[in-house]
């Protein structure tokens, strides 16, 4: 079982461009979520979907796009890299109890760590 | 601001001590989750608690949620070099939708 994948691993951006990280779940859930981590400051929420069609914004999404077509994909899209988002970005995943996804295990992919010059 | 706080930081130990880490919410927390994130590696879930006091034991590691349900602890007896990582508390907020709330993470060092 694969869990999450995301791609790349790593990247380095110059300022201005654009760029998508990729995320893959293969286990069914509905819920998945974009994090970036910066040192002291934990993991902050971007963006999130709580199924097909639907996304929603968190913390911290100026800059970022996010679309979510099928229940296995949440891609995450920097616009016009800054480097301010130089950072690590976690996507994360969980399925839906009887009320909610905030209260299952969250799955975490190995990360993409994102340099901007 | 950041509404979930960790402290501290950052905490040396020498193996064989123990660990504490305090998990702090501005707001009511539904739940409380711990992940345990291994250098260069994600977060992997430890544990949830939902009731307010609530106490959870894995082995070494003891969990408490507060009886407010606004802040949390991890404790670890007796570290070990494998217990090396940061440790994250999350949690929903009271009238915080389907988000879950990370804290700022408390990264252990444990030394020989």
């Known amino acids: 079982n694969a869990g999450v994948t995301q791609t790349p691993k790593f990247q380095v951006l110059k300022t201005g461009q654009s760029m998508t990280l990729q995320c893959a779940q293969d286990?069914?859930?509905?819920?998945m979520s974009w994090y970036r981590q910066d040192p002291g400051m934990g993991l902050r929420l971007i963006h999130y979907?709580?199924?097909?069609?639907?996304?929603d914004q968190g913390e911290v999404p100026n800059g970022y796009n996010v679309s979510r077509s099928t229940t296995e994909d949440f891609p995450l899209r920097l616009l016009s890299a800054a480097p301010s988002q130089t950072s690590v970005y976690f996507c994360?995943?969980?399925?839906?109890?009887?009320?909610?996804?905030?209260?299952?295990?969250?799955?975490f992919g190995q990360g993409t760590r994102l340099t901007v010059v | 601001g950041q509404q979930v706080m960790q402290i501290p930081q950052y905490q040396h130990v020498q193996e064989g001590e123990d660990f504490t880490t305090y998990c702090n919410s501005s707001?009511?927390?539904?739940?409380i989750q711990w992940y345990k994130q291994r250098p260069g590696g994600h977060p992997v879930f430890l544990i949830q608690?939902?009731?307010?006091?609530e106490v959870k034991k894995q082995k070494r590691l003891t969990f408490q949620f507060g009886e407010a349900k606004k802040n949390s602890s991890l404790h670890i007896t007796a570290t070990q070099t494998t217990d090396v990582g940061t440790y994250f508390c999350?949690?929903?907020?009271?009238?915080?939708?389907?988000?879950?709330?990370f804290g700022t993470g408390t990264q252990l060092k444990v030394e020989l």
């Open positions: 994360a995943s969980s399925y839906a109890s009887g009320t909610g996804f905030w209260n299952t295990e969250a799955f």
């Open positions: 286990m069914n859930h509905e819920y």
């Open positions: 979907s709580v199924g097909a069609g639907i996304t």
């Open positions: 707001t009511t927390l539904s739940n």
């Open positions: 608690l939902v009731k307010s006091g």
């Open positions: 999350a949690g929903r907020l009271t009238g915080g939708g389907n988000k879950l709330t």
